[in-house]
């Protein structure tokens, strides 16, 4: 079982709309949740962090944790197309060492 | 504020030969990491410096790498000799604390032909 695990997509969704990414983790002691944003050929960009259970909003971004599920949603509402990039979830686990990260959901918003 | 460097940004070499990656991470960072994303496969963690020592180099693949952190300041990632499967791009990051976010290089896209 990977540590960090996400959709790879693509998903799709149209301009206006709602995305959501999902992210699942296998390490139950893990601290630290993070969502970060990749545009082609850049560097990962931190977006989101949440470290307690419920909802994180920033502006048009909503990070959900469930820890006993296991489980980091990111929502993104009024999808833009400068939104399209490969979104990263990231976890730091219970040695509150190094981050592990999924392989990335690549969003695409048409307009 | 200087963000986190690295260069160079690109590099192609042999089979065989000797390649050193550099990153300046953003000044007062102890924390520096060193990861690894190979194509279309997830970021690989490699190392964690916190200051001049390593904290953690349980992500290294084999002891053709080599990190070192002079001073606790910049960080190079040697590959001596470099093979096939070392081609990917490699990122710094840098942080303050731990259990927080990083702030990413651009990296460094490494091909061996």
């Known amino acids: 079982q990977k540590e960090v695990e996400q959709n790879s997509g693509p998903l799709s969704v149209p301009e206006g709309a709602i995305a959501s990414l999902n992210c699942t983790y296998s390490d139950r002691g893990s601290q630290s949740f993070f969502w970060y944003r990749q545009y082609s050929g850049k560097s990962p960009e931190l977006i989101m962090f949440?470290?307690?259970?419920g909802d994180k909003e920033d502006g048009r971004f909503t990070a959900q944790l469930n820890k006993a599920s296991q489980y980091v949603s990111l929502l993104i509402r009024d999808s833009q197309p400068s939104d399209s990039a490969t979104y990263l979830c990231?976890?730091?686990?219970?040695?509150?060492?190094?981050?592990?990260f999924g392989a990335g959901t690549r969003l695409t918003v048409k307009p | 504020e200087a963000g986190v460097t690295q260069f160079p940004s690109h590099s192609v070499i042999e089979k065989g030969q000797t390649v050193t990656l550099r990153c300046d991470p953003i000044?007062?960072?102890?924390?520096l990491y060193w990861y690894r994303r190979v194509m279309g496969k997830e970021i690989k963690f490699l190392l964690h410096f916190v200051k001049e020592s390593k904290q953690d180099e349980s992500g290294m693949p084999n002891n053709r790498f080599l990190a070192e952190r002079t001073g606790g300041t910049y960080s190079t990632l040697k590959v001596q000799p470099a093979e096939l499967e070392d081609s990917g791009v490699y990122f710094c990051?840098?942080?303050?604390?731990?259990?927080?976010?990083?702030?990413f290089g651009s990296g460094t896209r490494l091909t061996v032909v």
């Open positions: 990231a976890v730091q686990g219970s040695n509150n060492n190094d981050m592990r």
């Open positions: 949440i470290y307690s259970n």
């Open positions: 990051a840098s942080s303050p604390y731990r259990g927080r976010g990083y702030t």
């Open positions: 000044s007062g960072h102890d924390n």
